[in-house]
C-alpha cells in the first residue's frame, strides 16, 4: 500500500524493502481551461546531485535531449507533449543498484516548456503529483500530490530520492521556481 506524503515529508524507501532496486517514477498533470492559444508541454526531468547540491558534469541531467545516464542508473520513457489521457504523462526509470557512489540525490522536476514566453504557469495545472513504484512488482510505494499552491511558477522540484546511512529516502519537495527548465539548471549547477 502507497504511503501519501504531504510537502516536506520524508519516508524511508529501501529500509522497509529490502533488495528494491528498480523504481519507475510517474508523474502526472491536467491543465486547467485558460484563454491563451498554445498548447501546454510539460517536461519530466532528474537531476542527479553530488554532496555539493550540484551535478558533477551536464551528463547528470536527465531530460528530453539526454534521455539516459551513461551509468544506466536513470532513464526518461520519452518526451509526451501532450499530457492528454489518464495515468502518468511521463516516467523516469530508476536502478538504484547502478547509482554512482558520488551521486548523494536524485532530484524529480516538472518545467514548462516555454511557460514564460506562452505565459503559462502552475497556476493553470491541476492534479498534479508524483508517485514511485516498485518496478517489478508495479506496487505503488509512495504518493503525492502537489496541490495547487503555485500560481507564477513555471518549474517545480516535485520530489528527491536520497542515500542516507546506506539506505534511499524519499523527499516530497514540492518547490517552485520562476524561470522554467534554465532555472532548475542553475539551481544545480548546469549551464543552460
Known amino acids: 500500500m502507497a504511503v501519501n506524503l504531504r510537502k516536506g ?3 524511508d524507501l529501501t529500509k522497509g524493502n529490502p533488495g ?3 523504481l519507475l517514477v510517474g508523474l502526472g ?5 485558460y484563454d491563451g492559444s498554445a498548447d501546454f508541454d510539460l517536461d519530466a526531468s532528474a537531476f542527479l546531485v ?3 547540491g550540484h551535478c558533477n558534469s551536464d ?26 489521457g489518464e495515468g502518468d504523462d511521463e516516467q523516469i526509470l530508476v536502478n538504484l543498484a547502478l547509482v554512482p557512489a558520488n551521486v548523494d540525490k536524485i532530484a524529480f522536476t516538472v518545467t514548462i516548456y516555454d511557460g514564460e514566453q506562452r505565459r503559462q504557469n502552475f497556476g493553470m495545472i491541476s492534479n498534479s503529483y508524483i508517485r514511485v513504484l516498485n518496478q517489478v512488482t508495479g506496487e505503488e510505494l509512495i504518493h503525492f500530490d502537489l496541490g495547487e499552491d503555485y500560481s507564477i511558477e513555471t518549474a517545480i522540484v516535485v520530489g528527491e530520492l536520497y542515500r542516507h546511512n546506506g539506505e534511499w529516502k524519499f523527499n516530497a519537495v514540492g518547490s517552485g ?12 549547477g548546469i549551464d543552460a
Open 177 to 188: 521556481f520562476q524561470g522554467g527548465l534554465a532555472a532548475l539548471c542553475r539551481n544545480y
Open 29 to 33: 498533470w491536467d491543465t486547467n481551461r
Open 20 to 22: 528494491l532496486s528498480k
Open 50 to 52: 553530488g554532496s555539493n
Open 9 to 11: 515529508q520524508k519516508v
Open 59 to 84: 551528463e547528470d541531467f536527465i531530460f528530453y535531449g539526454n534521455q539516459r545516464h551513461s551509468s544506466g542508473c536513470v532513464e526518461s520513457t520519452g518526451d509526451n507533449r501532450s499530457g492528454d
